[in-house]
């Protein structure tokens, strides 16, 4: 693992925040090639992408100091400025809400948008888990004696020395690039399916939240469902049910053609 990559000075440079930064400079990229083609502001990108990933970033800082105010509330300063402690859906969740007040004040179809942004949220997901996977901040799996087990014994939350873990960081980011590849090439088909609105937007959500059902099998988080299912993995099925009803759900009358 490789937490800090070097210094400027007495600044560390870390491992997540870099991979944070390329992540969102690639969403950016990616969400104006997406905002070209759906024939929205191409302007609008840059702005969308840093105000989502800031917020992002606060809001599943805050959920994992929520979810875990028993262990935390007597450092709370710390919880608040470590480098470990990110709940993807917290982030999820608050860039979702600030993207909708963003696109109520320029003006933009909500429809066009989140059927445009799947590819630029699955390419920074899976650059952001490469982040969590070089700094070992604590995203890996269960215990395993299999091939697929590495350390993380030099990781911001480290394994003890000699246990190996499921990398699921690192299972996630090469799901979410697949994921990317296939919601790119649903934006460009030209099947009337496809054409639908939300159609896009059910299909991201419904991948990204199948991906991370399955992966949070291997990891470590606590289970709250009965003991069977894990927070994460209620979120993503209720995420999954979503997606199915705007994937699956008919084109209002006067939307055909």
């Known amino acids: 693992m490789i937490p800090t990559i070097?210094?400027?000075?007495?600044?560390?440079?870390?491992?997540?925040?870099?991979?944070?930064?390329?992540?969102?400079?690639?969403?950016?990229?990616?969400?104006?090639?997406?905002?070209?083609?759906?024939?929205?502001?191409?302007?609008?990108?840059?702005?969308?992408?840093?105000?989502?990933?800031?917020?992002?970033?606060?809001?599943?800082?805050?959920?994992?100091i929520g979810t875990n105010w028993s262990e935390v509330r007597g450092e709370l300063l710390d919880a608040l400025l470590a480098t470990a402690g990110f709940v993807f859906y917290g982030g999820f969740i608050t860039a979702c809400v600030v993207l909708g007040v963003l696109l109520r004040r320029d003006r933009i179809a909500p429809r066009l948008f989140f059927d445009a942004v799947g590819p630029a949220l699955a390419l920074g997901y899976a650059i952001g888990r490469l982040?969590?996977?070089?700094?070992?901040?604590?995203?890996?799996?269960?215990?395993?004696?299999?091939?697929?087990?590495?350390?993380?014994?030099?990781?911001?939350?480290?394994?003890?020395?000699?246990?190996?873990?499921?990398?699921?960081?690192?299972?996630?980011?090469?799901i979410a690039i697949g994921i990317a590849i296939i919601l790119g090439s649903v934006e460009v088909s030209k099947r009337s399916f496809w054409q639908r609105p939300y159609a896009r937007a059910g299909l991201c959500l419904i991948l990204l939240s199948v991906e991370r059902f399955f992966v949070e099998f291997l990891r470590i988080n606590p289970r709250i469902a009965g003991g069977v299912f894990s927070e994460a993995q209620v979120i993503a099925l209720i995420l999954v049910m979503i997606g199915a009803v705007l994937l699956l759900r008919r084109a209002p009358e006067s939307s055909r053609v």
């Open 131 to 174: 982040g969590c996977q070089l700094s070992g901040d604590g995203d890996y799996g269960r215990e395993t004696a299999s091939f697929w087990g590495m350390s993380y014994s030099s990781g911001v939350v480290p394994t003890p020395p000699g246990v190996l873990v499921f990398p699921t960081p690192f299972f996630e980011s090469t």
């Open 6 to 64: 070097f210094h400027l000075g007495p600044i560390p440079i870390n491992s997540f925040g870099l991979m944070v930064a390329l992540a969102l400079l690639v969403a950016i990229e990616r969400l104006t090639i997406s905002f070209r083609r759906f024939g929205l502001p191409e302007a609008l990108a840059e702005r969308y992408v840093l105000w989502a990933g800031f917020c992002g970033l606060i809001g599943a800082r805050f959920w994992f």
